[in-house]
């Protein structure tokens, strides 16, 4: 094969869109092989059930009612005050440990330079993965949300909308995240690399470590201008409070609209 470095601007395309003509097929193969690897579907999907399954029944006193916090946590278990950290875990999970390491992967086996050579654009496969990774959220948040209702019998939103809000931007938020770190990392082991040194700072910025009322006051305060500690100091808020975190909401939207379009200019094809 006489592949060059011809990036996919080099190659004509038809102004009917033909390039991304079979966009439904490679989605559909994309999703098979993503469906095929134990571990992408384990941290895309189960691992934040997990996390809560295994905080809830390994740390004691997680499953007793709070009884000596001020109101909203006056009354609630420990771990009902999770699940909106577990949400937040889901989007981290599948936006810095798998999408960057599978689309830094296809740059480094020359994937991406190679569909530039054919009728389907590359830009086809990075949207079926982010589709995918999308999909695979959803559905771990739900998991997630329904393994916290049936088995911690906690309780629902009190403000679903608000909540539904921050899920969105932080969807936004880290996956433009995601986006800036597959973008220039040259190998699969690069991305992973980068994505877990960005993955877990977040998580003790969201409270996975110290969640609601036990949170120490800087990490809250450091935690509200990051993505990750954002999303969750606002799911937290739309879910116990009964305010509106503005402040939270901002900061997400600002982290989308400076890495998205970062991470669409830088990134590299081969």
């Not at 094969?1 to 080099?10: E, I, L, N, S, V």
């Not at 102004?15 to 991304?20: L, M, N, Q």
């Amino acid at each position: 094969m006489t592949t060059t470095a011809q990036g996919p601007a080099a190659v004509p395309r038809s102004r009917t869109g033909a390039g991304w003509r079979g966009a439904n097929r490679l989605l559909g193969t994309e999703t098979a092989v993503w469906l095929r690897d134990a571990g992408t579907v384990f941290f895309g999907v189960v691992f934040p059930s997990v996390v809560l399954l295994g905080v809830g029944f390994a740390i004691p006193g997680m499953r007793d009612p709070i009884t000596d916090a001020p109101p909203p946590w006056d009354g609630l278990t420990p771990i009902a005050t999770y699940l909106p950290i577990v949400l937040a875990t889901a989007i981290g999970t599948s936006a810095l440990t798998v999408m960057p390491v599978t689309l830094a992967t296809f740059r480094e086996k020359g994937v991406l330079r190679r569909l530039a050579t054919t009728p389907m654009r590359p830009q086809g496969l990075i949207a079926s993965h982010l589709v995918i990774n999308l999909g695979a959220t959803l559905v771990s948040s739900v998991v997630a949300l329904a393994v916290g209702m049936l088995v911690f019998d906690a309780v629902a939103p009190g403000r679903a909308a608000v909540v539904l809000l921050a899920f969105v931007l932080a969807v936004a938020a880290m996956f433009a995240l995601g986006t800036l770190v597959a973008a220039r990392a040259a190998r699969g082991t690069t991305a992973s690399a980068i994505g877990m040194t960005i993955y877990f700072p977040s998580l003790l910025f969201a409270g996975l470590w110290t969640p609601g009322p036990v949170m120490i006051d800087f990490i809250r305060e450091i935690g509200q201008f990051t993505p990750l500690g954002a999303a969750s100091q606002a799911m937290t808020e739309g879910w116990f409070g009964d305010g509106f975190p503005a402040l939270q909401m901002v900061v997400m939207v600002a982290w989308t609209a400076v890495l998205l379009p970062l991470g669409v200019k830088l990134f590299r094809w081969s």
